[in-house]
Structures are given as structure tokens and as C-alpha cells.
């Protein structure tokens, strides 16, 4: 019989992270619980944050029931104190989250039910709430990220990392932070057929008979945008487009002609704007946090068989052969130029760049996330 599931991850619904892929894949027969975040940081005063303060006190506890084919979850809501610091505020939250779990996970009836959870701060959970063991999936550096109280998160951390039955890291720079004797690493998957099926172009992609270069994911810190004003500055025969959550309040972009904003899209819409803009853009900035992630989109990109110029960071190496890299606005320029040579002579591109495309597709189809599940069900099969 399967183990169950409770798990602490992000705010189920949200733009479909590594954990979402992995979960809703796993062997029918399993009962899960998902619990919506818990939090990381301190709420800020801005209107996102009372906002979403607003929402987890007042919806109800049980938010939706979400179905599968591999799995129906529930998911829950769950008032709470974001990243507790003190050792008194640590010892209410935990309390707060029992009190409001314990009914719940006495009605589901469980069988023997693995705690999984992305998140450090569920450390002081461990052992309270009848688990059989405990998997800590690291798919972030979180002493690298902004707005996030390290020295809170890093104690959160060791304390989980110490109780934790097994520790699957997504990136080998995480791995390698870890005990190895109890840490193993799982790289993000793709949704192959999203991403390869062919979809229809999207409405609001620049349709002016110039090439586009393309961009989806928050609008954050983690890109390079002295670069990418280069770029667009001097590639004025290109369109630029960018799609993604803003989280800036000032725009770091200037005034380019050529550049798109086209905002936040549904996950299932980006196919539809990456398999008919002309290359995908990785412009990472190199921080700690890029140097350990293993972002989703490389392979989502992959999937699609269009032309990357990215950045050098240690996630894209493996793909070297089929990713062109660029140190500067000149690489990328000269990237841009030559790919748009080809796409104006679509009849008679070179063979090589063919044989590429058809290669970039053929690594991603076997990352996919049924094969990451496959390996990751063996694994709970032996804990």
C-alpha cells in the first residue's frame, strides 16, 4: 500500500512549479493533503500582501478539492504566522497549524504519510503531525533569495535538512549542500506534450513580418537588465517580447519601440507564444541564486525545437551543444543576426542548425516529468 501525502509547497493554482508536476504524477492510490504556503518572508505593507493576508483569513479552511488523473487533493488554506523568527512566535505557529490540521488529517485517514515540503519553515512540524517520515524538496537556494530572512531561513533549514528522512535537490550546486548519504538529486522535468504539440500563435504576438525574441517568467532581479536594453537598443530590426508577473515598481526597461510587455498568461497559453517566436531568451544575471537554480523554462524551451541565446549560468552547460551562449549585447547581437539570416531563408537553412533543433527537442523529451515521477515514486518506495 502507498504511502500518503502531506505536503507544503506554494499556494496551489499558481503558475505550476516543479512540485505541482511531481505530485499530481504519482501512482493513483495515494491520498495527499495539500497545504498552501505557510510563507517565507514577513509580509510587507504593499497592496499584494494585504491582500493575500485578506484571503488566507477569511476563505475557508478547505479551499477546493482538485482532481487528477493519477490523484484527487485537497487543498488547504491555513492561518498562520509567516517565517517566525522568535522562539515564542515559532511555538505559536506550530500550535496554530496543528490545531487547524489535526481534524483534518484525522478525517482523511492517512496511510502512514510522508511529510514532503519545499518550503524551510515547516522544520518545527516535524514529528507533530503523525508522520512516517519527512522529504525536504529543494528547488531554490533560499539564502539567496530577495525579500526572505536568511539568517531565520537558514536555521529553518539545517533543523529540516537534520530531521529529514530523504532530501531531493533540483540542481547539483543544492545537491551539494546537502548530507550525501540521505540526499538525492532531481532535476525538473517537462510537460513534453504541452510544449511540443503544436499550438496556435497567440493573438497579441507582434505579427510585423520582423523576427521575435522572447521572454516568459517574473519580471525580476534575476535579470540582466543592462543587458537586455542593449540588446533590444541595438537589434532594432527585432521584436522583443516579455511575458511575466512585473515585480518591479519602476520599469528597468527604457522606452524601446521594439519591446512588448504582454503581462502575466495561463502556463497552457505559453506554447502558443514560444513555438512562433523566432529564438527564446535566457538573460540571467550571475547571482547565487541563477547559479543554483535549474529553471523550468530551459526545458519548456527545449520542448518547443525554437533557437536560445542565453546567458552562461551552470543549469544550461549540460545543453551546451544545442544552446547558444552569450557573455554580452555583442554575443547575443551576433546570435540574433545570424538566426535571423536563417529564418529568412526557412527553404534552405543549414543543415546543422536542422539537425540542432531536432536535437534540443530530442533532450527534453527525455526529461519529462512521468520519467521524474517514475524515479521519484522508487524512491518513496523505499523510505
Known sequence: MKHDLIVFAEDWGQLPSSTQHLIKRLTPNRKIIWVNSIGLRKPQFSLHDIKRIYNKLTQPKTVSTF???????????????PAPKTKFARWIAKKLICYQLAPILKQAQLHQPILWTSLPTVADLCGA??????????????NALTGVDHVTVSQHETKLVSKANLVLAASMALYNKFPQHKTRYLPHGVDFQLFNHSASRAHDLPNNNRPTAGFYGSLSHWLDYDLLNNIIANNPDWNFVFIGKKMFNKSPFFNHSNLYLLGEKPHKTLPQYSQHWQVSLLPFIDNAQIRSCNPLKLLEYLATGTPIISTPFTAVIPYKSVVNLAQNATEFSMNLQSIKTAWYNTQTADTIEKNKRLQQIALSKQQTWDIKAQQLEQWLNLL
Open 67 to 81: 482532481s487528477t488523473s493519477t490523484a484527487p487533493f485537497q487543498t488547504i488554506s491555513l492561518k498562520t504566522i
Open 129 to 142: 503531525l503523525g508522520e512516517y517520515a519527512v522529504i525536504y524538496y529543494c528547488g531554490d537556494d533560499f
